[in-house]
């Protein structure tokens, strides 16, 4: 099966400017996360979808970061205005609908988006 | 607080030699945890989790609650297993998952 594609892969802004990063999930899972991977640390959860509605946007900076994921299987993830802060690895995964804890389904990472703010 | 420690940022080891990647978790509950690795220029990919108890590539990792560890364990390294190694802990209602810093194995010919 394809993975969870995502782009762009590489993306280098100015601060203030906008950006967005598409994900789309293997076909079929229902949950898709957004994970910010700041260099030197493990990915943080931002924002995470089941189907079209969200689950936990918690870690989200909701002043300037948004996402969605219209018709519940692509999503995008928009930064506006970015500082120096953002530049990260964005990562998208996916996974099958979870219906109770201890049986998790596994999550299937994409590729990241490297973003760079000047 | 929720949390995932790996106090070792790399770990270098000589080929054949036993690997231990050490991980302690904050969770008031019953935790359910996970080893996830990265190989160079490939995603992010699941090791193993502790419910299946299962070895993989060689690997495996006991939950020990007493000592709120998941320490990854093999006993001889080979050098295809030099990659960045995650720790994670799911979250709770959601199921998200909380990683922790990673540390990256060296196996060293």
């Known amino acids: 099966e394809a993975g969870v594609a995502q782009s762009p892969r590489y993306k280098i802004i100015e601060k203030r400017q906008s950006v967005a990063f598409w994900c789309n999930p293997i076909s079929g899972h229902a949950t898709l996360y957004w994970y910010q991977q700041i260099l030197g640390q493990g990915p943080k959860l931002l924002i995470q979808?089941?189907?079209?509605?969200?689950?936990?946007d918690s870690q989200l900076p909701k002043d300037r970061f948004s996402a969605e994921r219209l018709k519940g299987v692509d999503s995008t993830l928009k930064i506006q205005p970015a500082k120096l802060e953002d530049s990260a690895v964005y990562l998208c995964a996916s996974s099958k609908l979870n219906r109770a804890r201890g049986a998790t389904y596994e999550q299937y990472f994409g590729p990241g988006t490297r973003l760079t703010v000047t | 607080a929720q949390r995932v420690t790996q106090p070792e940022k790399l770990l270098s080891v000589f080929k054949g030699a036993p690997v231990e990647l050490k991980c302690n978790y904050s969770y008031s509950g019953s935790p359910e945890l996970f080893w996830y690795v990265q190989y160079s220029r490939q995603r992010l990919q699941l090791l193993l989790r502790?419910?299946s108890r299962e070895s993989i590539k060689g690997f495996t990792a006991d939950l020990n609650k007493g000592e709120t560890s998941f320490h990854l364990k093999k006993p001889f390294a080979q050098e295809e297993d030099s990659a960045m190694y995650y720790c994670a802990l799911n979250g709770g209602a959601t199921n998200k998952l909380i990683f922790g810093t990673g540390t990256l194995l060296a196996v060293q010919p």
């Open positions: 502790h419910i």
């Open positions: 979808f089941q189907n079209n509605g969200v689950v936990d």
